[in-house]
């Protein structure tokens, strides 16, 4: 048995993701910056490649973070199915089978 049913379990998976984005948006500039500076060592085209790189690596940075949003308000607005386990849970009285009509 779980300690955390599946409506908590998504709910930490989405709270872990949210967790990295800053994480991410960083990891995105540094890796657009110093791609830029070996841009430019490599065309001796200082400062420009960095520049380049910078701006790369914020719009990446960006875009992931507006992938996230929009794969959380997805998921905020998708309907949770009951799981059996919840259903064994549910407090309400079972819905009364409708009459057969059989001879």
Not at 16 to 23: E, I, K
Not at 26 to 53: C, K, Q
Not at 68 to 96: G, M, T
């Amino acid at each position: 048995m779980s300690l955390i049913g599946p409506e908590g379990r998504k709910q930490l998976q989405l709270a872990a993701r949210f967790a990295t984005a800053g994480l991410e948006l960083s990891i995105a500039i540094v890796v657009g910056y110093f791609g830029g500076r070996a841009i430019d060592g490599w065309l001796e085209t200082t400062p420009y490649g960095a520049y380049f790189g910078l701006i790369l690596g914020v719009v990446a940075g960006f875009r992931n973070l507006f992938l996230l949003a929009r794969s959380a308000s997805q998921s905020a607005s998708a309907p949770s199915i009951p799981s059996p386990d919840d259903r064994q849970n549910d407090p309400s009285p079972p819905s009364p089978e409708p009459p057969t009509d059989t001879p």
